[in-house]
């Protein structure tokens, strides 16, 4: 079974319409990561969070933002989408303090902006 | 920002050969490398998390070496089979942050 889900898989917008991504997690994991990859590129890290603590990369655009209401969900928001937001979305959850250190990825959700 | 780099960019092998590939990263501030394979429609999954320098891990027919003085990692796959077909990505720990390479696409013909 699915231990971290993302929803939706597939996200069409229009360029400026917001959309919002979502991520939940069964593991009781207390870091979730947002990475946005665009085609054969290296994913990049949008924010994490370490339990409560939100922790944004210097880069990432203002128009990006994220809440984490609870342990098992995070939330991504695009409030207004451009072309150049279209990219694959990737959400990871590990666990520190314990366990390996791996992440453990969703599927992903795949952004068109039209 | 810290920089991973990834080599081959891809690779085209016939079903039975052996491939490795390449991973870059800063030497400085080592924690630890990780190395995810990334199929199709799917999500990535963890091969190997190494700390170590010199450290050699192994999962059937793949293998993993790691320098962090030097800073870099070799991924080894014995005998390619169609199913290896994937995305190899690594991924540098730095202070619970992940910095990924851009990944090496292996497709293997039977």
């Known amino acids: 079974d699915a231990m971290v889900i993302q929803n939706p898989r597939y996200q069409v917008t229009q360029f400026g319409k917001p959309v919002t991504l979502s991520c939940s997690q069964t593991l009781n994991h207390n870091v979730m990561y947002w990475y946005q990859q665009k085609s054969s590129q290296a994913p990049k890290l949008l924010f994490h969070y370490y339990d409560k603590d939100f922790n944004n990369e210097a880069d990432t655009p203002d128009n990006f933002q994220s809440r984490r209401p609870n342990t098992s969900f995070c939330f991504l928001d695009i409030r207004s989408p451009g072309l150049g937001d279209a990219a694959m979305y990737l959400c990871a959850t590990t666990i520190i303090g314990g366990g390996t250190g791996e992440l453990f990825f969703g599927e992903g959700s795949r952004l068109t902006v039209l | ?110």
């Not at chain 2, 039975?16 to 080592?30: A, I, K």
């Not at chain 2, 963890?46 to 999962?59: H, I, Q, R, Y």
């Not at chain 2, 991924?75 to 077909?85: A, F």
């Open chain 2, 1 to 110: 920002i810290l920089n991973v780099e990834q080599s081959p960019q891809s690779l085209h092998v016939q079903e039975g050969d052996s491939t490795n590939f390449t991973c870059s990263f800063p030497s400085s501030n080592f924690y630890a490398l990780h190395w995810y394979r990334w199929e199709t429609a799917k999500s990535p999954e963890a091969l190997f998390v190494m700390t170590l320098n010199g450290d050699e891990k192994k999962k059937g027919r793949i293998s993993a070496t790691l320098n962090t003085k030097e800073g870099y990692s070799y991924l080894y796959i014995k005998g390619s089979q169609p199913e290896d077909s994937a995305t190899y990505l690594c991924a540098f720990n730095n202070f619970n942050k992940f910095y990924f390479g851009s990944g090496t696409k292996l497709n293997v013909k039977p």
